[in-house]
């Protein structure tokens, strides 16, 4: 994997306060380390409970966050160290995808308007064929057209074709990758299904790495090329999605699977998936591993160190039973 050709997560850390004033400190990540080679055009599913810390991490890759410690290398450069015109350039490699596309656009300016600005503004075009070409390029990858889009305000689309609408938004300046956080959650099923047709489409057509965030484990499965699973701010386990979900290494992956895969109600309530809870906060402040307290296999050592993050045959975990430690 050469390091210019790469997405590196860097041993991440990120502090948010909370309490009164917000003096009191905890990790929303911890030490989170990913390597995503860009060679090859694949999706990448971040996946985990709500408040795990996705769109943060997402936040941090965009550069938008700083993190506290670690760091974000694309393609050699320190995301959070580039100055002037490298700025631009890593906006136009990187492009996000918002969860609600009503919020992505004003609801007040014409949709194609805000298309030739941005082809004007970050992509430096002026001439006004090409900027239409442009325009209508990008609409094309997603189904629409710009005669179809000419003129009419966001309101005047319907969620799926607006979610479809900032996809080619954000195709307009050639990204490499594409950051999509939870971009189908406020849409019908039918129109998902049709949202993530389009995402694969596009990684093939247009070799990009494409970030996916999620909490939705069968999406995860349906667009996964890898899974990043990652628990209370913890990346616990990453490695190609098929392995993952045929052989789940982490406890926690193990009980996440099982509970989508247990028909009885009664038993799926045994694996908590999303429960916010006072919890929550002090699985967060535990040094070890956060899922010790919920994990059958808990020793002394994961309640105090966090494990390290372990390469096995292709995947990688945090857990400390693939680990030669004894107590
Ligand atoms: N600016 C902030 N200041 C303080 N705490 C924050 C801030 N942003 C997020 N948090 C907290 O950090 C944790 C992780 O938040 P984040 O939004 O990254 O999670 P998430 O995995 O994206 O969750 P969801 O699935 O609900 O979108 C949560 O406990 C959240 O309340
Ligand atoms: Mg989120």
Avoid at 32 to 41: A, C, H, Q, R, V
Avoid at 237 to 265: C, F, M, N, R
Avoid at 300 to 317: A, M, N, Q, W
Wanted: aromatic content about 12%.
């Amino acid at each position: 994997m050469s390091i210019n050709n790469s997405l590196i997560i860097e041993n991440l850390t990120k502090l948010y306060g909370y309490g009164l004033l917000g003096l009191k400190k905890f990790k929303v990540l911890d030490s989170i380390s990913l390597n995503i080679d860009l060679e090859k055009p694949k999706i990448v599913v971040l996946a985990g409970e709500t408040g795990s810390g996705k769109t943060t991490l997402l936040r941090v890759i965009m550069g938008v966050v700083k993190p506290d410690s670690g760091r974000v290398m694309y393609k050699g450069y320190d995301v959070h160290r580039l100055k002037g015109s490298m700025v631009r350039w890593y906006r136009r490699e990187v492009q996000p995808i918002f969860q609600d596309p009503y919020e992505t656009f004003n609801p007040l300016r014409r949709i194609d308007s805000y298309f030739r600005d941005t082809v004007r503004n970050i992509c430096g075009i002026r001439n006004g064929d090409e900027i239409e070409r442009r325009i209508d390029e990008a609409l094309r990858f997603v189904g629409l057209s710009l005669d179809r889009i000419s003129g009419k305000y966001p309101h005047e689309f319907s969620g799926g074709e607006l979610q479809r609408i900032s996809i080619a938004r954000a195709l307009l300046t050639n990204p490499k990758i594409l950051l999509a956080d939870e971009p189908v959650s406020m849409l019908d099923a039918t129109l998902r299904v049709n949202i993530l047709n389009i995402l694969k489409y596009l990684k093939e057509k247009l070799n990009m790495v494409i970030i996916y965030v999620t909490h939705d484990l069968s999406t995860a499965y349906y667009i996964g090329d890898y899974i990043a699973v990652m628990y209370r701010g913890t990346l616990v386990e990453y490695g190609p999605t098929s392995k993952v979900y045929q052989e789940p290494k982490h406890p926690y992956t193990y009980a996440l699977l099982e509970s989508i895969l247990e028909p009885d109600p009664a038993l799926r309530e045994k694996y908590p998936l999303i429960k916010p809870s006072a919890l929550e906060i002090k699985e967060f402040l535990i040094y070890g591993c956060r899922y010790a307290s919920r994990c059958p296999y808990a020793k002394d050592v994961c309640f105090r160190k966090l494990p390290p993050f372990i390469e096995i045959d292709g995947e990688y975990v945090r857990c400390w039973r693939y680990t030669n430690y004894k107590e």
